[in-house]
């Protein structure tokens, strides 16, 4: 059985229908100069039932491709966006 590759990270686009980008967040360390660094890179994941919206953490696991740039797919929602007041206040106006 084949160890699939999962990780966590914060989906920052829901335009298309199906897919999700992912930002998966992570620190590295300079090699030369020691300073820790937050880098980022974004994938596409599968969402077959569209449950994921932006602002949720969710885990992806790599996949056979799916399309040219998707690789992935979302596993679970682990937590929900919080909407803010204002947000909230435009949607009963």
């Known amino acids: 059985m084949i160890k699939r590759k999962e990780l966590i990270g914060e989906v920052i686009g829901d335009k298309m229908?199906?897919?999700?980008?992912?930002?998966?967040?992570?620190m590295a360390r300079h090699l030369k100069y020691g300073r820790?660094?937050?880098k980022s890179t974004q994938f596409k994941a599968h969402d077959e039932g569209?449950?994921?919206?932006?602002g949720d953490m969710v885990k992806i696991r790599e996949v056979r491709?799916?399309?040219k740039t998707k690789f992935?797919?979302?596993v679970?929602?682990?937590?929900?966006?919080?909407?803010s007041n204002i947000e909230i206040k435009e949607e009963q106006v």
């Open 17 to 26: 229908q199906k897919t999700r980008v992912v930002r998966i967040s992570f």
């Open 36 to 38: 820790i660094n937050k």
């Open 50 to 54: 569209n449950i994921s919206k932006v």
């Open 65 to 67: 491709p799916i399309s």
């Open 72 to 74: 992935f797919r979302v």
């Open 76 to 83: 679970s929602v682990i937590k929900n966006a919080v909407k």
